[in-house]
């Protein structure tokens, strides 16, 4: 990978010699980057006017474009499940640091992007580390937004060997969905998976995608589903299998005293009027094996005109 010093932010200019990267685990130790690609697309998350890079300010090294709805309805609520996920992810909770939980998710995952095909340049909105590189060509132009700004360096050890994309660089920005730091239709895909269900305001997120996306670009959402499994719709699981999930979350709960800081669980319906009134084309479900009808993918195509009346 070849970059040079004027590319970069100061304190990864460090890791490169000769404008070449020398090491690039020390890139990824020292600071993620922005290459001459993802710096030219930035603009004021609020105006949305072109900006540069120096126009931001940059907390250790990591530009930071995050804007809060402090005084508005949810923020106290967005801002504890924040928290409590930041924590959660980086001391590996959900997956007791275990190489092999980290590469089944791989595994779950695969199946996913070998059915949609994901279009660069790519934003990534709250996509953390990035592991979505996984599964996509290691050329493609990918910029990752989110307002943990320490989840491209408090990676968990056996995260890190389970996934082989987080030994690249990643491109970085901590910004929210609600106010993406990029110009308009700059993006063939928007990428939100496992993250409509954190943010404060999803109207206005899904209502970003839209502006940030090339005419007829795609916006991949997966997400849990609240509700009957399938959407309610195709296989059901039988009773008693539903009954044991059911009992066996609430007892996890009591136990771990774990409370649920997701802030919204949908139907699958609820998602589809989501997408469908802010301006996108809807296709067929795409249900990942592994959860049994409690995880969904859908692609939304940019329609030409949000519908902006009742
Ligand atoms: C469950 S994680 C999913 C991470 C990643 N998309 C993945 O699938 O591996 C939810 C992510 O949403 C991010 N997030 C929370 N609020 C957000 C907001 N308002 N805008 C953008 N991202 C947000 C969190 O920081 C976290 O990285």
Same mark, same amino acid.
């Given at each position: 990978?070849?970059?040079?010093?004027?590319?970069?932010?100061?304190?990864?200019?460090?890791?490169?010699?000769?404008?070449?990267?020398?090491?690039?685990?020390?890139?990824?130790?020292?600071?993620?980057?922005?290459?001459?690609?993802?710096?030219?697309?930035?603009?004021?998350?609020?105006?949305? %006017?072109?900006?540069?890079?120096?126009?931001?300010?940059?907390?250790?090294?990591?530009?930071?474009?995050?804007?809060?709805?402090?005084?508005?309805?949810?923020?106290?609520?967005?801002? $504890?499940?924040?928290?409590?996920?930041?924590?959660?992810?980086?001391?590996?909770?959900?997956?007791? $640091?275990?190489?092999?939980?980290?590469?089944?998710?791989?595994?779950?995952?695969?199946?996913?992007?070998?059915?949609?095909?994901?279009?660069?340049?790519? +934003?990534?909105?709250?996509?953390?580390?990035?592991?979505?590189?996984?599964?996509?060509? %290691?050329?493609?132009?990918?910029?990752?937004? $989110?307002?943990? +700004?320490?989840?491209?360096?408090?990676?968990?050890?056996?995260? #890190?060997?389970?996934?082989?994309?987080?030994?690249?660089?990643?491109?970085?920005? #901590?910004?929210?969905?609600?106010?993406?730091?990029?110009?308009?239709?700059?993006?063939?895909?928007?990428?939100?998976?496992?993250?409509?269900?954190?943010?404060?305001?999803?109207?206005? #997120?899904?209502?970003?995608?839209?502006?940030?996306?090339?005419?007829?670009?795609?916006?991949?959402?997966?997400?849990?589903?609240?509700?009957?499994?399938?959407?309610?719709?195709? #296989?059901?699981?039988?009773?008693?299998?539903?009954?044991? /999930?059911?009992?066996?979350?609430?007892?996890?709960?009591? +136990?771990?005293?774990?409370?649920?800081?997701?802030?919204?669980?949908?139907?699958?319906?609820?998602?589809?009027?989501?997408?469908?009134?802010?301006?996108?084309?809807?296709?067929?479900?795409?249900?990942?094996?592994?959860?049994?009808?409690?995880?969904?993918? +859908?692609?939304? /195509?940019?329609?030409?005109?949000?519908?902006?009346?009742?």
């Amino acid at each position: 990978m070849q970059l040079e010093r004027s590319r970069c932010t100061a304190p990864q200019a460090e890791c490169l010699r000769g404008g070449e990267v020398t090491n690039i685990l020390a890139v990824l130790e020292e600071k993620t980057y922005l290459d001459d690609w993802a710096a030219s697309v930035l603009a004021d998350p609020v105006s949305k %006017e072109p900006r540069r890079l120096e126009d931001f300010s940059f907390i250790d090294g990591v530009l930071d474009a995050r804007v809060y709805l402090r005084s508005s309805a949810g923020f106290k609520e967005w801002a $504890d499940g924040q928290a409590h996920y930041e924590q959660w992810e980086s001391s590996s909770a959900g997956y007791r $640091d275990s190489i092999e939980a980290y590469l089944r998710e791989i595994e779950y995952d695969a199946e996913v992007y070998s059915h949609f095909d994901l279009s660069a340049p790519i +934003i990534d909105v709250g996509g953390g580390s990035g592991t979505v590189r996984e599964f996509l060509a %290691e050329s493609a132009e990918y910029l990752s937004v $989110d307002p943990f +700004i320490e989840a491209p360096h408090q990676i968990p050890p056996s995260k #890190a060997a389970a996934y082989r994309c987080l030994s690249r660089p990643l491109n970085f920005v #901590a910004g929210m969905a609600e106010f993406l730091p990029v110009r308009s239709e700059t993006f063939r895909t928007v990428h939100m998976r496992s993250m409509l269900d954190h943010v404060q305001v999803r109207e206005l #997120a899904v209502m970003e995608a839209w502006r940030v996306l090339e005419p007829g670009g795609s916006l991949l959402v997966g997400l849990s589903l609240g509700g009957t499994p399938y959407g309610g719709s195709g #296989a059901r699981e039988p009773l008693t299998r539903r009954l044991r /999930t059911w009992v066996g979350a609430g007892l996890r709960r009591i +136990i771990t005293r774990e409370k649920d800081h997701h802030v919204w669980r949908p139907r699958l319906q609820d998602l589809v009027v989501l997408l469908e009134e802010n301006g996108f084309d809807v296709g067929e479900p795409f249900w990942q094996s592994e959860w049994k009808g409690r995880v969904v993918y +859908i692609m939304g /195509t940019k329609r030409l005109k949000i519908p902006r009346s009742a």
